[in-house]
């Protein structure tokens, strides 16, 4: 493989740093060189350096000058959920109308219409459908994703699920982290009791057996399923290896934030409605909070009152932050409530709605989120070392991918020194 040589980034974003999650003002050191280049060997980063040292180093490499934009590290997506049939338009267009997720799902919309239509597609439909998805993300300027089953909810239709991902895998230029999340909602066709136990006996050891996942994820809400249910599977999941992420206190504040903090898992999602107690609680576990402002922005019920029952809001990211957690950003991409690709958008909304700085917001989307993958050794960062996943931007400044929104401003993108 010919070494590489991309040369005069405005800013190389570097994200160099402890092995180890950021914290604190951690989050806002994003080790930038200007006019940086960095020199790629056999698809990892070599060196990292002022462009004038990198090329007088570059010997053969193959020059490639970035003209001046903006260089980091590709974006890790550390939730979501790529693969599903179908839309949701009709519930998109309900909630224009004033209608809440949890209204909208009784009514025949919600997970359970997304189950139907991803039952009904073979597993070769389900990948060509999920394929033009990871353009998406790429042209977002993401290169690792984790992505979560869920809209099977039969033994069958799960296993699909999570073999479209392994497939998506190996045939696109993303790495694609899996997650099992058979325990996303209960299928109309069986009790609460009965699907539980599915999940535990038949399930997870089978997903276990043949390595379709890393982690196991359960969405512990009323209505879906409760702190009891989500202690059962998750210990569950665990004693067969697989490691832990959770939907929690999304819509209610269960005690989410303590189970999560209680079974040492790697990540608690949402936490929309955790409080200073659930907040400390992940402290002590050191759990990393997974922050998915697109599926508030999507449900657009902030601005409607308090009381009307199950409304989103923004979590609490400064308090997470002041409380020294290793806060991540990620998509929740997904048909319902959160239907973009973007993690620049993501970075918009966690700057505009809850006052993060684009530097914790790169920093959370970055290295933090890498780590939330158990991948924080080999991606995250641009250091030497590491795989050379790459995205450039066509701006000169790094809190420009913030700010400005509703454009794209990716240039190239480049998976272990190759552009794609
Ligand atoms: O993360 N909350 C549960 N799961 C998804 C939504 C899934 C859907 O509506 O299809 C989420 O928001
Ligand atoms: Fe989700």
């Not at 390595?211 to 359960?218: P, Q, R, S």
């Not at 990716?410 to 998976?415: A, G, I, N």
């Amino acid at each position: 493989m010919k070494s590489l040589a991309l040369l005069h980034a405005s800013q190389l974003v570097t994200l160099s740093g402890p092995n180890r999650p950021r914290v604190g003002n951690e989050l806002t050191e994003l080790g930038i060189i200007r006019d940086g280049g960095i020199l790629i060997r056999d698809g990892k980063v070599d060196i990292v350096g002022p462009s004038d040292e990198i090329e007088k180093d570059a010997g053969d490499a193959e020059i490639v000058d970035l003209g001046g934009r903006v260089a980091l590290p590709g974006f890790v997506d550390a939730h979501t959920h790529l693969v599903f049939g179908g839309n949701r338009l009709d519930d998109f267009e309900r909630r224009a109308r004033g209608e809440t997720y949890e209204q909208i799902a009784k009514a025949g919309g919600g997970i359970w219409s997304t189950v139907e239509k991803t039952r009904a597609a073979s597993e070769d439909e389900l990948f060509a459908e999920t394929k033009k998805r990871t353009d998406w993300l790429l042209k977002c300027g993401t290169t690792t994703l984790e992505a979560k089953s869920g809209y099977g909810l039969t033994l069958e239709h799960e296993l699909k699920i999570l073999h479209v991902i392994r497939r998506l895998n190996e045939e696109t230029p993303l790495e694609i982290v899996p997650t099992f999340l058979g325990a996303h909602a209960v299928p109309r066709e069986t009790s609460p009791e009965k699907y539980v136990d599915l999940v535990i006996s038949e399930m997870l050891p089978r997903v276990a057996k043949e390595k379709l996942a890393e982690f196991c994820d359960v969405f512990c809400e009323r209505g879906y399923f409760d702190i009891e249910q989500s202690r059962k599977i998750l210990n569950a999941a665990k004693k067969l290896g697989l490691k832990l992420r959770g939907h929690v206190d999304q819509l209610s504040n269960s005690g989410g934030a303590q189970l999560m903090a209680e079974l040492g898992a790697t990540t608690a999602d949402h936490l929309e409605k955790t409080d200073e107690q659930g907040i400390a609680a992940l402290k002590s576990a050191n759990v990393q909070p997974v922050l998915l402002p697109g599926s508030v922005y999507a449900l657009g019920s902030t601005h409607l009152r308090q009381g009307s029952g199950g409304q989103a809001s923004y979590p609490l990211a400064r308090e997470m932050i002041e409380a020294e957690l290793a806060v991540v950003l990620a998509t929740d991409f997904n048909p319902g409530s959160s239907p973009t690709p973007s993690m620049p958008m993501v970075l918009s909304l966690a700057c505009t709605q809850m006052k993060m700085s684009p530097a914790e917001a790169i920093a959370a989307a970055t290295i933090n989120a890498a780590y939330s993958l158990d991948r924080g050794d080999t991606i995250g960062s641009l250091e030497p070392g590491k795989i050379a996943n790459i995205s450039v931007f066509d701006c000169t400044d790094y809190r420009e991918i913030a700010y400005w929104f509703g454009i794209s401003q990716t240039h190239s993108v480049y998976v272990s020194g190759r552009p794609v």
